[in-house]
T-cell receptor, first 110, second 115 residues
Framework: SQQGEEDPQALSIQEGENATMNCSYKTSINNLQWYRQNSGRGLVHLILIRSNEREKHSGRLRVTLDTSKKSSSLLITASRAADTASYFCATPGANSKLTFGKGITLSVRP | EPEVTQTPSHQVTQMGQEVILRCVPISNHLYFYWYRQILGQKVEFLVSFYNNEISEKSEIFDDQFSVERPDGSNFTLKIRSTKLEDSAMYFC?????????????FGPGTRLLVL
């Protein structure tokens, strides 16, 4: 089974608009994490939300978690061209291994 | 800010050759990981390593793969006899502690191309 499936697969918005990306997962989790990957580069950890949290903010990022629906969303407000990247949700297993989704490609047009 | 580094950034090799990918984790981190990402696909877990032992490995991590911490700073991934399907971006990661709540910090990756 797939753990961590994001949607949409691709999102194109205008600079200044908000971008909302969703992630669904199948099994119980301790937390859910979002990562960013600029084209051909490494993964940058953005934010971690624990299973007992419903919402978390970090700068222009807002993450929600609904454990009853097994879903999370990442909102980037007032997007910038520099936000253009792929975004992944990831869930950790008991031994810390991360299981990633396929990712969402976000394009922010200047 | 400390970061995970990886060398080389790119590696091209012939099928059947051995490659060693190198990583320098963050200095006070104790847990180390390798992941890979085949072009256009998900990032996949390969192996985790702690206290000079493999903690967990995926089914991808077969006998052709090995990991080693040869000294106090480097963490290496060796592929003994590369196959075409080993072409991927390989990421090293490290974390201070183990546990699902610990953040893993990723290196920039090594892009491996097997011809």
């Amino acid at each position: 089974s797939q753990q961590g499936e994001e949607d949409p697969q691709a999102l194109s918005i205008q600079e200044g608009e908000n971008a909302t990306m969703n992630c669904s997962y199948k099994t119980s989790i301790n937390n859910l994490q979002w990562y960013r990957q600029n084209s051909g580069r490494g993964l940058v950890h953005l934010i971690l939300i624990r299973s007992n949290e419903r919402e978390k903010h970090s700068g222009r990022l807002r993450v929600t978690l609904d454990t009853s629906k097994k879903s999370s969303s990442l909102l980037i407000t007032a997007s910038r061209a520099a936000d253009t990247a792929s975004y992944f949700c990831a869930t950790p297993g008991a031994n810390s291994k991360l299981t990633f989704g396929k990712g969402i490609t976000l394009s922010v047009r200047p | 800010e400390p970061e995970v580094t990886q060398t080389p950034s790119h590696q091209v090799t012939q099928m059947g050759q051995e490659v060693i990918l190198r990583c320098v984790p963050i200095s006070n981190h104790l847990y180390f990981y390798w992941y890979r990402q085949i072009l256009g696909q998900k990032v996949e877990f390969l192996v985790s390593f702690y206290n000079n032992e493999i903690s967990e490995k995926s089914e991808i991590f077969d006998d052709q793969f090995s990991v080693e911490r040869p000294d106090g700073s480097n963490f290496t991934l060796k592929i003994r006899s590369t196959k075409l399907e080993d072409s991927a971006m390989y990421f090293c990661a490290s974390s201070r502690e183990r546990g699902p709540g610990e953040t893993q910090y990723f290196g920039p990756g090594t892009r491996l191309l097997v011809l």
